[in-house]
């Protein structure tokens, strides 16, 4: 069965202060990695997709990156607006639907 | 705004009830896909259905289903409502069969409420 873990459960950080957000996953041959932001009271939105290990990438302040068992989100000075549910999802080859973690609700305070 | 549009945003009904979600999706769409959300789940995937055909069943409950109709808007049909079925419904569009790149457009949501 394929499975997400993404930690830490949440994370507050002052403006400007930057970190990095994991997810690991299990499946059984991966076909892609993504990440999708939720605000409240909304749906998902799509990040970025990863195929293989190695894989980077960018966009304004978040840069995503790729292993054979992990993945980071690194958010660079990050700003308020960057406040949001930070969600990772793989699909496995051969699969429809996507296999989603629990997410990372990231705080940034002014 | 992602495109996707669902009704209703809200449902408050009671146990044993029956209730249909809609989702039309972007213009151009031909996937829809449903997942649910909940507080202990996380987003679970239900079910997805390209041009009218079911294509995949995920973790869909045999008291729910759904149909995709001719003009590509789908409804999500949960019947003999439990408790344990509040949560938020979301469907979620694409123009290819399956989520090749992964970019689902998620719609707003419906969040059902069972007493």
């Known amino acids: 069965e394929d499975q997400v873990t993404q930690s830490p459960e949440a994370l507050r950080l002052q403006e400007g202060e930057s970190s990095s957000l994991n997810c690991s996953y299990t499946?059984?041959?991966?076909?892609?990695l993504f990440w999708y932001r939720q605000d409240p009271g909304k749906g998902p939105e799509f990040l970025f997709t990863l195929y293989s290990a190695g894989e980077e990438k960018e966009k304004e302040r978040l840069k995503a990156t790729l292993t054979k068992k992990e993945s980071f989100l690194h958010i660079t000075a990050p700003k308020p607006e960057d406040s949001a549910t930070y969600l990772c999802?793989?699909?496995?080859?051969?699969?429809?639907?996507?296999?989603f973690g629990k997410g990372t609700h990231l705080i940034i305070q002014p | 705004d992602s495109g996707v549009t669902q009704t209703p945003k809200h449902l408050i009904t009671a146990t044993g009830q029956r209730v249909t979600l809609r989702c039309s999706p972007r213009?151009?769409?031909?996937?829809v896909y449903w997942y649910q959300q909940s507080l202990d789940q996380g987003l679970q995937f239900l079910i997805h259905?390209?041009?009218?055909?079911?294509?995949a069943k995920g973790n869909i409950l045999e008291r729910f289903s759904a149909q995709q109709f001719p003009d590509l808007h789908s409804e999500l049909n949960l019947s003999s409502l439990e408790l344990g079925d509040s949560a938020l419904y979301f469907c979620?569009?694409?123009?290819?069969?399956?989520?090749?790149?992964?970019?689902?457009?998620f719609g707003e949501g419906s969040r059902l409420t069972v007493l």
């Open positions: 979620a569009s694409s123009v290819l069969a399956g989520s090749n790149t992964g970019e689902l457009f």
């Open positions: 499946v059984s041959g991966l076909r892609g």
């Open positions: 259905y390209y041009n009218g055909e079911e294509r």
């Open positions: 213009s151009g769409d031909l996937s």
């Open positions: 999802a793989v699909q496995a080859r051969g699969a429809d639907g996507l296999t």
